[in-house]
């Protein structure tokens, strides 16, 4: 069976996934103050960056339009898949079952599924990949929506921030805490939660220290690692994930770790400096 899966910019793409057309990006778009950029090809990171930093506005961002998901979908494909980043984060999966919907509409007997990753970044490459591995497996259709969404439910996120300043500038943390935490260096350790929101689950003075939490956290939480895929996504900052992964190597016997940069949405999310682990 023919297939395609479509991934909203968020998720990553490895540089086999950009060469194979089986894989869609659907871009998201991002404003920081009379700037629109797209969430694709064109994007720079280092020119984003800059402009987060010299505006006192918190950047913002649109999903993909029902309508550009349900020309995505369209084509030869007999299975359609569709990977977004957490519902309760943006706009991208509520957009992406609308454009099932009309998509439907002309072709009601197309076998289509919309997979809600609760996470973003790497944890939506992670998931288009156990998509791919299903089918080429010649799993069929209805098994293999069932065991990705179990693969989601059993999968977890963890990030570090260098910086608070975008959490400070859309409101999830205060002016005086977002001060404090500069002033003493502390760095949050945070984590997704099973619905997909974002929780805090420890915090250090410094980032070598939090890395340090977090890679402890990673390794004990865990289970059975040597079947698990590991991947770790960075916001210009590859050295310090090269460490990340090294530390984990040195805890974990994996099936396999990749590292990856930092696409637009999620530099956004992870600001210059984070890292992004999801296994």
Not at 177 to 203: C, F, H, R, W, Y
């Amino acid at each position: 069976m023919s297939y395609i899966i479509v991934i909203d910019s968020c998720g990553e793409m490895t540089e086999e996934m950009k060469k194979d057309p089986r894989f869609i990006s659907a871009p998201l778009s991002m404003q920081v103050d009379e700037y629109d950029i797209v969430d694709d090809a064109t994007f720079d990171q280092a020119d984003f960056l800059k402009k987060v930093a010299a505006s006192p506005n918190s950047p913002k961002s649109a999903c993909p339009s029902p309508e550009f998901y349900k020309t995505a979908y369209e084509g030869e494909a007999d299975h359609i898949y569709a990977v977004t980043l957490s519902a309760e984060l943006s706009g991208s999966y509520n957009s992406a079952q609308l454009g099932k919907a009309l998509f439907q509409e002309e072709n009601p007997d197309k076998k289509i599924y919309i997979f809600n990753s609760k996470s973003a970044s790497i944890g939506e490459t992670l998931i288009a990949l156990k998509i791919q591995e299903c089918e080429e497996a010649g799993m069929p259709f209805d098994t293999l929506v069932e065991t990705v969404e179990a693969y989601i439910a059993e999968q977890n996120t963890w990030f570090v921030l260098e910086s608070l300043e975008t959490l400070r500038k859309n409101g999830r943390l205060s002016n005086l805490k977002a001060l404090a935490a500069s002033v003493l260096k502390i760095k949050p350790v945070m984590m997704a939660t099973p619905e997909g929101n974002i929780a805090q689950l420890d915090q250090a003075r410094g980032i070598n220290k939090a890395l340090v939490k977090m890679v402890s956290s990673i390794a004990e939480i865990t289970e059975h690692p040597e079947n698990k895929i590991l991947a770790i996504s960075h916001c210009n900052c590859r050295d310090r994930a090269m460490l990340v992964k090294e530390a984990l190597m040195e805890k974990m016997k994996l099936k396999d770790i990749f590292v990856l940069d930092t696409a637009g949405i999620s530099s956004m999310y992870a600001n210059d400096g984070g890292i992004i682990v999801v296994v």
